[in-house]
Nanobody, 128 residues
Framework: QVQLVESGGGSVQAGGSLRLSCAASADAYSMHCMAWFRQAPGKSREGVAVIDSDGATSHADSVKGRFTISKDNAKNTLDLQMNSLKPEDTAVYYC??????????????????????WGQGTQVTVSS
């Protein structure tokens, strides 16, 4: 059974840091694509970062240089280190897993590609 469970969300002041973690079942962790998405109130879901099974990563322009996605093979977790947080980073953050499209792990066009497996989400609130 594919399972994804996020943790690590919370409230922080602007400029602070948080680390999100997603505990993945073996089936989820073995998928080609694992990613973090977020959704703010009244906005559509946004891709934050993705990592493929070879360890290649990609980050959205809005978080590049501040957020880092990684995988911990010893713990079967997907992590997101978030530094220099801004109020506009406030959202529910979701981890997701998918087989991908060939070797490609789409994550920016959430309007045309939906990941197959999702966690329940964790709230991140950044105050100014």
């Amino acid at each position: 059974q594919v399972q994804l469970v996020e943790s690590g969300g919370g409230s922080v002041q602007a400029g602070g840091s948080l680390r999100l973690s997603c505990a993945a079942s073996a089936d989820a962790y073995s998928m080609h694509c694992m990613a973090w998405f977020r959704q703010a109130p009244g906005k559509s879901r946004e891709g934050v970062a993705v990592i493929d099974s070879d360890g290649a990563t990609s980050h959205a322009d809005s978080v590049k240089g501040r957020f880092t996605i990684s995988k911990d093979n010893a713990k079967n977790t997907l992590d997101l280190q978030m530094n220099s947080l801004k109020p506009e980073d406030t959202a529910v953050y979701y981890c997701a897993a998918d087989y991908g499209v060939g070797t490609i792990c789409p994550f920016t066009r959430t309007d045309i590609y939906e990941y197959k497996y999702w966690g329940q989400g964790t709230q991140v609130t950044v105050s100014s």
